[in-house]
């Protein structure tokens, strides 16, 4: 579950915390309820309900935090001090496309503290790209037509005193 990641991230164990779980090994599906708390490396993925569903070899195929509302957060490099943050009713992480997917009320505030927000937001982790703009064929619990950013300007490196 290495989106937004630091290079060693997918080689950290995962830890999840919740309520309730139920593991479908057959079917490749596990989902927990209640609080969820997923960590990996420098990850955090938190939300109401997470289901995880895994490829026929056993890898992860698609994360999905559902919750009022589901967070992500991840380092981005070595350094950093402050993580990429994701928000949305909806956040599914699909690993084989390095894809990040947040719906309905998404958000997200990167390192910098610039804000992008819209009704979906697709970021594709290789690329490092974001796209933003409706949800369609979704539901969504708040219509935004337009999706709105805020850049905060660049900080100054300190000048010389005069």
């Not at 992860?60 to 990429?84: H, R």
Request: charged fraction near 25%; avoid cysteine.
């Amino acid at each position: 579950m290495s989106a937004w990641a630091l290079p060693n991230d997918s080689q950290q164990p995962i830890r999840i915390q919740a309520d309730d779980a139920q593991l479908d090994d057959k079917n490749g599906v596990a989902t927990y309820r209640g609080d969820v708390i997923i960590t990996q490396g420098s990850m955090k993925v938190t939300g109401n309900t997470v289901t995880i569903t895994r490829t026929q070899t056993g890898d992860i195929d698609v994360v999905t935090s559902v919750g009022n509302l589901a967070y992500f957060e991840q380092l981005q490099t070595q350094g950093d001090t402050k993580p990429v943050q994701g928000y949305g009713v909806t956040i599914q992480y699909h690993a084989a496309q390095n894809r990040v997917v947040l719906i309905d009320r998404a958000k997200v505030i990167d390192k910098d503290g610039n804000i992008t927000q819209g009704e979906k937001i697709v970021y594709d982790t290789n690329k490092k790209l974001a796209s933003a703009g409706r949800a369609n064929g979704s539901k969504v619990t708040e219509s935004r037509p337009r999706i709105d950013m805020v850049i905060q300007p660049k900080k100054k490196t300190d000048e010389k005193a005069q």
